[in-house]
């Protein structure tokens, strides 16, 4: 990527600050999605934050700083989003201080409505274990979508390679539920190509993913991976949930 279209990227961040109407980001979509399906994540990037300025973000579960990274290249200041669930591994915890003091980003940490104390009188405790659905719509769902509401666009890590309910997620995509535009600038990248990335940039990794945590989530919901299983096994293990809800 080069100095002048960093610079590019950096001169339209900002300048567009009234919310487009859903139609109109609709329209977007479909006009860019086909013509970025194969462009590189720093292009798809640039194009987010030329289009939506700063009413565009990156949301960072901190498994790695990858996304965080390649943002922050294109453009310098962007915010990211962080869901602070209260159920974190420390060394999670550890990875959003770290990327917050070594990375020029506004990184943004979002908490649900009630603490963990606050969960458990309502619904009784450790909802996680009795209805794991509910907890991660109070957790993270709903925190997210209300973060979102000063934003057009949110760029989110997901990559295809991960799992087999992630083969069909669209580079630029229409998020209905939210009413946003959601892109996924690394959806074609391949674990190689993110090892890679982490290698020539020495960019951040949450120690748990060399700890056999290839996928991390909230404490009581992760477990470790054995060698040959699917990465995302390990969440929510031994039920039939797949996803928090925030990608569905």
């Known amino acids: ?14 300048t567009e600050t009234a919310g487009r109407s859903p139609e109109e980001l609709r329209e977007l979509v479909s006009h860019w999605g086909a013509e970025l399906e194969l462009a590189p994540a720093e292009h798809i990037v640039e194009w987010a934050v030329a289009t939506f ?26 915010d990211v989003v962080f869901l602070d669930t209260g159920y974190h ?10 990327v917050q003091a070594t990375l020029p980003v506004n990184l943004l940490t979002i908490t649900p409505v009630q603490s963990v104390e606050e969960q458990d009188a309502a619904h009784g405790k450790d909802l996680y274990k009795t209805d794991p659905d509910l907890c991660c719509k109070l957790r993270k769902v709903e925190p997210l979508a209300t973060s ?8 989110t890590g997901l990559r ?3 799992t087999k309910h992630r083969v069909i997620a669209p580079v630029i995509g229409w998020d209905a539920k939210k009413g946003k535009v ?12 993110v090892e ?15 700890d056999g945590y290839p996928s991390i989530g909230c404490w009581p919901c992760t477990r470790r991976v054995a060698p040959g299983e699917d990465a995302r ?3 929510w293990a031994g039920t039939a949930k797949t996803e928090c809800g925030i990608h569905t």
């Open 233 to 235: 096994s390990g969440r």
């Open 89 to 98: 591994f420390a060394e999670t915890i550890g990875t959003r201080d770290a």
């Open 148 to 155: 979102l509401d000063d934003y057009d666009a949110w760029a």
């Open 1 to 14: 990527m080069s100095a002048a279209t960093t610079a590019s990227a950096r001169r339209y961040r900002g």
């Open 196 to 210: 890679r990335y982490i290698a020539d940039h020495g960019v951040l990794v949450n120690p748990l993913v060399y």
């Open 182 to 193: 959601k892109v996924s600038p690394l959806a074609r990248w391949t674990d190689e190509q």
């Open 160 to 162: 295809r390679a991960e």
């Open 53 to 78: 300025g700063e009413r565009f973000c990156v949301t960072s579960s901190m498994g790695d700083a990858v996304l965080a990274h390649l943002a922050s290249t294109v453009a310098p200041g962007v």
